[in-house]
């Protein structure tokens, strides 16, 4: 089974329904749903999320949305030694690097999903779209 990792920008596609990227993470979420992939994320992803989602939204509505999520997402840690990887990695963005650690840091991660491949080209993990996954990993 694999263990994927949830960037924030396609928990954001999930959440809004932004075509065309929603149906694919919607696809990967029916694949945990059926117990056929394991996802994980982190506060950071929802606290990101929270901050985007509460222009459009009331914060009750999102919170409602993020206690439906948690049922099927595993939350991984952000501790000390998370950010310290990230503070001495080589990632340019901070809070891509918190994730990426993060996501290593929980046993069994091998894939981390996002729109934005290119900004964990430093991962040591799997970085596929959800698009990409699904065509690697057809009905995993």
């Known amino acids: 089974m694999n263990h994927l990792f949830l960037d924030t920008d396609v928990i954001l596609d999930l959440l809004t329904d932004r075509k065309p990227f929603s149906d694919d993470i919607a696809e990967i979420f029916d694949l945990a749903v059926e117990k056929k992939v394991m996802l994980h994320s982190s506060a950071l992803a929802l606290s990101n999320a929270f901050y985007i989602l509460r222009k459009v ?3 009750r509505k999102i ?3 993020f206690r439906k999520l948690i049922t099927i997402v595993r939350m991984t840690e952000m501790n ?4 310290t990887a990230a503070l001495g990695s080589s990632f340019t963005d901070f809070e891509d690097a918190l ?3 993060s996501a290593l840091q929980q046993s ?7 729109r934005n491949t290119k900004d964990y080209k430093n991962s040591s993990l799997i970085v ?8 690697q990993f057809p009905a995993s």
């Open 57 to 59: 939204a009331s914060p």
């Open 63 to 65: 919170l409602e949305q």
């Open 80 to 83: 000390h030694d998370v950010v």
């Open 99 to 101: 994730q990426n650690f």
């Open 108 to 114: 069994g991660i091998g894939i981390i999903l996002t």
């Open 128 to 135: 596929l779209s959800p698009e990409m996954y699904l065509r």
